[in-house]
DNA sequence: ACTTAGAGATTTGTACACAATAAAAAGCCG
DNA sequence: CGGCTTTTTATTGTGTACAAATCTCTAAGT
């Protein structure tokens, strides 16, 4: 058993509520008013700010405090663009070097997410949906590829609640994307793999940002 | 002209030194005595660690101080894997996107590159050679990819003496490969753009870490 | 002789006070 | 009245003291 540090439970408390969209992007984080709200002082408040700040969470400037990150469009489709192929390569080296009870895992996860799609059960259908992707950053047997992944996706997780709208159009899009995945990385084969996972997060990408701009019209 | 806090400054010293080589990883930074040889108290220290954890160049856990990280071969294995792919996505990009007076200046460094690879100036073509993939990685207008491969190359020079060494060797050869993906930039030809520096930077990454395995034998 | 328990020393974590900087408000001059 | 300078205020940066945790070295016990 590991004994968090004061620093360490409020940034796990903070880094909830950013990314539950409890505290929004743009908004500035208050020394003093978090240490009261915590009631500790200013200094672990300002370690927990180091580390939001490594997580990309939020954005700081000297004698400016900091502030939850803020990303335009371009910046959303900087992060897809390298999002997409970060995630396409893992697919290949998946199916190059998964174990065959993991490419069994996989199919185990699709076959289940099938249901969740007849049921248009959207968050049983979100949770599948991650958990195959993860078992297929797992699968690449990279570590940096992963951990340059989750911190991708942890800070598009922000813009996330339209694209849970979305997905609900996308249901069965996904999941026969998905269906064309899975079926390369058992077969072996790296080339349908990298294409299908390239084109399902392009797809995925491509409807967040459309719902994006339709909302915020500049 | 910005106004510099002590932890900055104080970032900026420590990254040096740890990029030099002068503090070697696996070592561990002791607050007290780097706040005395700075001549300044713990709590700006404490605020550089956080800067260099952002960084990725050292290795933070509770109550247990900060040290330099350590990659083994496997990890730097991940890394280059990684950033071969990256690398080489910026390429393809860059060879879409470029602006015809960017791929002239890329020419230029090429050109120059020549010169120092016939006088043998080592730390010449090396300065030439990042300048080639700076330009490459801003030809990409993708600045998380930028980002992203900036902070691996900054942990992989961790190693790069051996590279600076194996580069000897490899002067030659690495022309030839810039030579190459020069030309496909310039003709605009992704594929071909990308393969080419695939390919470079394999050959880079495998030289540096053959050479830490006659190094380290296990 | 080796292991283990514990006291002391060392190091990191937190609280609080003060200094420095930047933003906001008030005052001054045209 | 408007623009600029000065003063005030609020917020972040730094120093210092103390608390908590880890490490180390000693000593007792098997």
């Not at 939850?68 to 070097?97: F, G, H, K, P």
Request: proline fraction near 2%; charge should be negative.
């Amino acid at each position: 058993m590991s004994t968090l540090t004061i620093s360490d439970k409020i940034y796990n408390q903070l880094s909830a509520q950013i990314i539950s969209g409890e505290i929004k992007p743009g908004q500035k984080l208050e020394e003093q008013e978090i240490a009261n709200q915590f009631g500790v002082s200013r200094t672990p408040i300002r370690e927990a700010f180091r580390l939001l700040h490594t997580s990309g969470l939020v954005e700081s400037k000297a004698h400016k405090g900091v502030t939850v990150i803020e990303l335009d469009i371009d910046q959303l489709s900087d992060m897809y663009e390298a999002l997409q192929e970060l995630e396409a390569l893992c697919a290949r080296l998946s199916a190059e070097r998964m174990t065959a009870v993991e490419r069994k895992q996989i199919q185990r996860m699709h076959q289940l997410s099938e249901e969740a799609v007849h049921s248009e059960d959207v968050e049983r259908f979100a949770e599948l949906n991650n958990q195959i992707h993860t078992a297929i950053h797992q699968g690449s047997r990279n570590k940096t590829l992963q951990e340059t992944i989750a911190k991708l996706r942890k800070r598009l997780s922000l813009y996330r609640q339209p694209w849970l709208f979305e997905k609900r159009n996308r249901l069965e899009a996904s999941y026969r994307e998905h269906a064309e995945l899975v079926e390369a990385i058992i077969a072996g084969d790296r080339d349908q793999a990298f294409d299908a996972m390239r084109n399902h997060i392009s797809n995925t990408s491509l409807g967040t940002i459309d719902y994006l701009i339709s909302q915020k019209p500049l």
